[in-house]
């Protein structure tokens, strides 16, 4: 198994792991009282917005210690540059992760014409957000073991 696809399925349980346990996390403290009050744009924006550096910075650190395990386990240095391949695997990683999140904001807005509640739409962004980045990880661990 190369490098890159290690780091895909890191990348992956990582992202699973932190998007979990932060879940898990916020959602104890979620307004369950009314549905439609106004608490619940604030909480839904908080979330989100908290999401973001979250992941960032787990991110770096999975990544951190993935190359201190990687190092000690191979005694090989991690890749330093990106060839044409690995550019190419990732520019179709990407498309594909864009089209999922695409998909999902059509139904997120789809799910305001219907008339769902306000949460529905929230819980489909962000769902379709991971969903996104797990097609993303998942076309780059497919592509290198089955080649481009």
């Not at 990683?93 to 799910?111: D, E, I, P, R, W």
């Not at 008339?115 to 819980?123: Q, R």
Request: net charge neutral; no cysteine.
């Amino acid at each position: 198994m190369s490098y890159q696809e290690k780091k895909s399925i890191m990348s992956l349980i990582g992202s699973l792991l932190v998007f979990g346990l932060y879940s898990l996390y916020v959602f104890q403290k979620h307004p369950f009282g009314s549905v439609e009050s106004t608490d619940i744009f604030s909480f839904w924006g908080a979330f989100i917005l908290i999401l973001i550096p979250v992941s960032i910075v787990a991110k770096i650190i999975i990544t951190i210690v993935f190359n201190i395990i990687f190092r000690i386990t191979t005694n090989e240095k991690e890749p330093s540059f990106s060839d044409e391949l690995d550019k190419l695997i990732e520019l179709k990683a990407t498309k594909n992760s864009h089209y999922v999140f695409t998909l999902g904001f059509l139904l997120a807005m789809g799910s305001l014409v219907v008339d769902m509640p306000h949460s529905a739409m929230f819980i489909i962004l962000i769902l379709t957000g991971l969903m996104s980045e797990m097609v993303g990880v998942i076309t780059q661990l497919y592509l290198y073991r089955k080649g481009v």
